[in-house]
């Protein structure tokens, strides 16, 4: 197949951005809509699919999570959260975690899911080649409990979706944090491969060392690179290339998950990574090549400005398109400020990470990839149902509808309630 030809299919929901956190938190969904107005001002939308997802059910969600926590965040509230105390406690949500409660909270992690299902589902019938759910990629949910600013795991429920059409899939993450979410859903398993590149070592959530590959079936089927910070381009596909090019090939996945958070880049507010748009989209071209049916996702990322820049530069390398560093015009220009270019530059950090020590690092996870079983095959099952059928013409998004699809209302709300929520470097920040 030509790699610069494949079908490349979009998802998208004015909704996303509608939801808030609250004042402060770092997680800000508008960076959804940010991202979402550079990829229509540079054009890219005319070259995709655009599809909005279809709404989620709860079956669709307990396929993985419990029922009486997906039934916890469906009925909890900012009005009635008292009456849970109890339980939030043991489903780790409201104030004592990194996980508030806020208007529309299950809404909005409902909708995230539902594109990454979608997306799941577009590429088991072959209608498109690489999928991209920029609202997606949260990692750290697990079966029964929030973490890290997730609720849903939406990437575990799109890999149990690939796995009804494929014997085995290969999930990445390149997100600065450690993938522990959706490690531990698959820990058991040789159909899914695990892989996390992320800083490890007194830093959230705290696992991800190197020795811990998987038990049972899935023994060597988790693999984890624990990272110093700093980490900058070069060094980052020194190691990402060779360990991606032994899993393909020993283990030859029916399809990819590439989870895409963009707190591992230059300046992340949270993050401490040195990577460039360049070096972090080096991993979609990278995957790219090789032909696979490619979910692409998005994650952490707290730096607003540089979240969307990422993620629309990494929609250009699906579409393998050529994009202009100079933003082109749109509602939000004044964010690019004051260079109004689509590329970072990096800081001048010291890469913590001595060419010595990554070496070393690489060849033990090399070793354990080599113990990885080629291509194990699946006994025949009959073929699970699925959701393709319900999927309508409808929910594809005219071109017209894409540019006016957003209230500048919200905006003017989101916008205040930062503004009145916080000191000013909170609402710098923000803008
Ligand atoms: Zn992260």
Redesign the pocket.
Known sequence: MSVSRQKVTYFYDADWCRYYYGGGHPMKPWRLRLTHELVVAYGMYRKMDVWRPRPLAVDDVTVFHDPDYVDFLQRITPDNEKEYTTKAQIFQVGDTTDCPIFDGMYEFNAKCSAASIDGAIKLNHQDTNICINWSGGLHHAKKGEAS?FCYLNDIVLAILELLKFHDRVLYIDV???HGDGVEEAFYTTDRVVTVSFHRYGDFFPGSGDYTHIGVHNGRYHTVNVPLDAGVDDDSYQGIFEPVIQAIMDRYQPGAVVLQL?A?SLAHDR??CFNLSLKGHGKCVSFLKKFGVPLLLLG??GYNIRNVARCWCYETSVALGMDLENDIPYNDFISYYGPDFRLHITPDKIRNENRPKDIQSLVNRVLQNIQRIEIAPSVQQFERPSDGYKSMKEDEKIEREVMEIDVSESDERRIVAEEKQAGSAVQHESFL
């Open positions: 890290g997100d600065v944090h958070g707190d949270l993050g994650g952490g």
